[in-house]
């Protein structure tokens, strides 16, 4: 096939492929055997065989090829310039209706520092396994910066182990102030607060510990903490925005269909187990193990192909029901999307799978949203032998405290914090019903609704019990430091 055929290819084109190519050695075949990225059109990364060589391809079709070639390119030029570790480049190519590739050496069994964060990030925060990890990336990092260039893109898997080296890849995002000269502080500020505002908040009050990993490499700057977190927090507010848009189109994280008779997404990696599951949701309610049934809403506890899922149906009741509900985003809609905001900020949450508004002409009725299963006891439950003593496991009432505070920090109000609405699980209180969550703008919207959640929340218990008054002293009262 030639290259400008991958613009109709779709996500998931059939492999293997064989692409023809040219280099001034002449044509030549590649064959790609694998796909690692895909952007539907535009561009397609794997790994393949060319010249009887392994090779990761780059292609690159569409209206935009010949700019997002010459980016790589130049973005790879510049690494290799400045003696920085990076892929060797065998091959490369730009013709003109067709689309441009790049050829690199394989890496065989290359590690991004991703999955290497993957393997430690259930350890305690900032164990010797995260901590060998951020300080090999703050490394590589350091050295990229004093050589005036920087990563756009900045993340742990745009660096790859291999034979006790460490790469830097995705030459696209490869930029440069002054190449060969240490980069200026208010660029270094900005690209580090790039790589930290992608960390788990918990690692938060450890910035400063993890910056040393940086100065040994590159102290050409003193850097301020104050002007650190400034950028951490603009990133991580845009980051947010950016993911929440996201959940509701169609990209490589979400599957999403938008029409006149329904509007449903998917987690991607999750599409051919769910579409089945909305396509008798109804049934599978029916068979299912009912919590709540009729009214508003109606939650069930099912079983599919071996694993546990809820779902819940956002029931229409009646014309007059209808017509408050059909004008504006479902409560599932809105459920999924607070879902996704909670994972994304690493506040524990049943994971959201999929969502599904039914409509006609564009007019919302009944919708439906299925989630992961929690198995674990509700606050209600756990706490039940304690509440005439009062003797709650601190462990438990820490990562209560804990919650607290990330829901204070993020201005997150929940809307019917109610015992049931908070169960144990892995060690953490993860919050279920989401219809009426919302993450206030200001501490003038959110202060209010705090107090409301925290009143809610308290008359779980009688206020003479002693498990009251344990609760009552550690939850905070006065909220003036969020802002």
Known sequence: MHLSDLKNAGRTPGLQLTIALADAAGPADLQLLSLLRVLPGQRYVGAGVWRGRPVLAKLLVGSKAARHFQRELNGVKLLAAQGLTTPLLLADGLKEGEGGWLLFEFLEDAESLGDAWAQVEALPVLADGQSAVLAEALGAIAQLHSKGLWQQDLHLDNLLRHDGQLYLIDGAGICAETAGQPLSRQKVLENLGVFFAQLPKSLEPFTEELLVYYLLSNAEHALPLEALQKQIDKVRAWRLRDYLIKVGRECTLFAVQRGAFALRAIRREEEAAMVPVLEQADALLDQGHLYKTGGAASVGKVDVAGRTLVIKRYNIKNFAHWLKRFWRPSRAWHSWREGNRLAFLGIATPKPLAVLEKRFLWLRSRAYLITEYLPGPDIIERFAPYVESGDAPETELQALDQLFARLIAERISHGDFKG????????????????????????GSFAPAYARDRARFMRNWPQSSALYQVIDQRLPKDISGAA
């Open 420 to 443: 049931h609405n908070l169960f144990w699980q892995e060690d953490r209180w993860a919050l279920i019903d989401l219809d009426s969550m919302c993450q206030h703008g200001s501490l």
